[in-house]
């Protein structure tokens, strides 16, 4: 290692191929929207992820340089802990911890056996530790961070299944007295996932920290209900899930969303169902068409911590209307979905 400050380290890239195999295709943990992620192994034993921008990235080597600008200013045990860096030759890698669960997306959508394990206790700290890690880069790290990318995959989980949020590649940084995370800011590059960009961020390349609260509404919804947004097949006549649970807490039928894998897993008492239906109502206040109306992630902390607080009803969320079918709607989306340069 060249070099060693607050625990970062910058390493040589023959240390990046040792601890890979160079490489290996064994040692492969996935493919990120800038390159693939490895495993590896130091000499000391200690395991970390790598990720390898690929070359032929476009926006590879501003990724990596507002993750390392990240990478020692940010410190949070709901944060994936940044290891290091490695810049030589024609390579950009960022190290970090490994974490031996992988993602969360890989728990409630790719594998039946793995989403078994989650019972409602572990969700509803997934839930809790991704707002408590959100708020963090909202309002209390030393600079303000704009995530921009929130989704499953980018939640990691430790051995004890605690949420750590990951990739911050796209994120936008403001210093500590910069109004502008607070009141918005327009970019004429929108980048993101299809499903969890803010209505206003899509379609006009406006994003804030609501921006970031209304991914966190689809993550909680995604969570709670163990289908995808965008999961048309599951969602009754809508595209989307914001719709149909929309219509399921309208009509009082919200226990239709609760993901049927969890309810057969364990009896449900009154008091775990009331805690359902508050995050459910929770979600739909972050996922609200209009970002004035959404809370800051300070509320959503405040409101998963203080059972006995009375929610607000939340106003219709963005895309509801949107249905299988609707050819007024389905034209809307596919304008959007153009204008959006995704990753």
């Known amino acids: 290692m060249e070099a060693h400050l607050s625990e970062f380290w910058v ?6 191929l040792e601890a890979t195999d160079n490489f290996s295709e064994e040692n492969k943990l996935g493919e ?12 000391e034993g200690v395991e970390i992820a790598v990720k390898r921008l690929a070359s032929h990235s476009g926006q590879g080597f501003v990724e990596f ?5 990240l990478i ?11 290891l290091g860096c490695c810049s030589q030759e024609e390579e950009k890698i ?3 911890e490994y974490l031996p669960n992988k993602s969360l997306d890989l728990f409630i959508f790719a594998d039946e056996d793995r989403r078994s394990l989650l019972d409602w206790n572990n969700r509803l700290a997934i839930i809790e530790g991704t707002a408590e890690g959100l708020l963090y880069l909202h309002k209390h790290s030393r600079l303000r961070v ?3 990318d929130l989704k499953p995959s980018n939640i990691l989980l430790d051995s004890e299944m605690n949420p750590k949020i990951s990739d911050f590649g796209l994120a936008k940084i403001f210093s500590s007295n910069d109004v502008s995370s607070e009141g918005g800011t327009t970019t004429r590059r929108v980048v993101g996932t299809y499903g969890y960009m803010a209505p206003e961020y899509a379609s006009e390349g406006l994003f804030s920290v609501k921006s970031d609260v209304f991914s966190f509404g689809v993550l909680v ?6 289908k995808r947004n965008s999961g048309i097949h599951e969602c009754g006549d809508f595209i989307n899930i914001l719709g149909y649970t929309w219509q399921l807490y309208e009509e009082g039928r919200w226990r239709e969303l609760v993901d049927a894998s969890l309810l057969s897993m364990q009896h449900h008492s009154d008091e775990i169902m009331m805690v359902i239906m508050r995050c459910m109502n929770i979600g739909l206040l972050c996922v609200q068409e209009n970002a004035a109306d959404r809370p800051t992630m300070l509320d959503v902390v405040a409101m998963l911590s203080t059972k006995t607080k009375v929610l607000d009803k939340p106003n219709h969320p963005a895309y509801f209307n949107v249905r299988v079918g609707n050819e007024e709607a389905s034209t809307t989306a596919t304008t959007m979905s153009c204008s959006v340069s995704m990753r």
């Open 11 to 16: 390493f040589d890239l023959h240390q990046i």
């Open 32 to 43: 990120g929207g800038f390159g693939p992620v490895y495993k590896g192994q130091l000499p």
């Open 65 to 69: 340089k507002n993750e390392v600008q």
């Open 72 to 82: 020692a200013k940010l410190q949070h045990r709901n944060l994936v802990r940044h």
């Open 94 to 96: 960022l190290v970090y």
């Open 146 to 148: 704009i995530h921009r």
């Open 221 to 226: 919804l995604e969570i709670i209900s163990g």
